[in-house]
């Protein structure tokens, strides 16, 4: 069974569709912001625009749900799948701006790896929103971003146990254990987008 829409109903899975495209876009800088380190301010610059253009995109649904009556999917399940969209932007830029904050010489192999399964992440959420109306194949792609969150928690506990292995300053300790932290929250996030998607699919089976 799918949704039934009308013209409204549609907008609501256009700007579901905005959302995972403007964050996926932000993931991708990200990327190319710990390869292209030289290039670290500006790369940060145009995460921030495509920060304020989630907030934007935000606010909008916001005050859609605020003046309508009827909706394709739950208003909660709605604000949920934005809301947590815009938490995994959140992380992205934080974790961008922290580590230019830092004067963060280079990126650790570490931070690279959690950024790598970021990217990932946010490329198959943009093509499970894309398809959330018509609801194809989306459980078997949901399990792949569990999978991945999985991947990123190995990776957040290496990271961690390294800075204790290696002779480092405390306060580089101090600087990468934030980092750290705020990719694996971009993670765990991500894996929070695709539990709210699962449980829209689930109710309207």
Not at 5 to 33: E, G, H, I, M, V
């Amino acid at each position: 069974m799918r949704f039934s829409l009308t013209p409204k109903d549609q907008d609501y899975f256009r700007l579901f569709s905005d959302q995972a495209a403007n964050l996926d876009a932000s993931a991708q800088l990200l990327l190319r912001f710990m390869n292209e380190y030289g290039e670290a301010k500006s790369i940060a610059a145009s995460i921030l625009e495509h920060e304020h253009v989630g907030d934007k995109i935000l606010h909008d649904i916001v005050k859609r749900l605020n003046r309508s009556f009827i909706t394709p999917i739950d208003r909660e399940d709605i604000y949920d799948l934005v809301a947590t969209m815009d938490e995994v932007l959140d992380n992205i830029e934080a974790a961008a701006d922290s580590m230019i904050l830092y004067r963060v010489t280079a990126p650790t192999k570490f931070a690279l790896r959690q950024t790598e399964v970021i990217a990932k992440a946010t490329a198959m959420l943009h093509h499970i929103i894309d398809d959330l109306e018509k609801r194809t194949d989306l459980l078997e792609r949901i399990i792949e971003v569990n999978s991945l969150e999985n991947e990123g928690d190995r990776i957040a506990r290496d990271a961690v146990a390294a800075l204790f292995d290696d002779d480092m300053p405390a306060k580089e300790v101090i600087k990468w254990k934030d980092i750290y932290e705020l990719l694996e929250s971009a993670i765990d996030e991500c894996e929070h987008v695709a539990n709210v998607i699962e449980s829209i699919v689930l109710k309207h089976n």
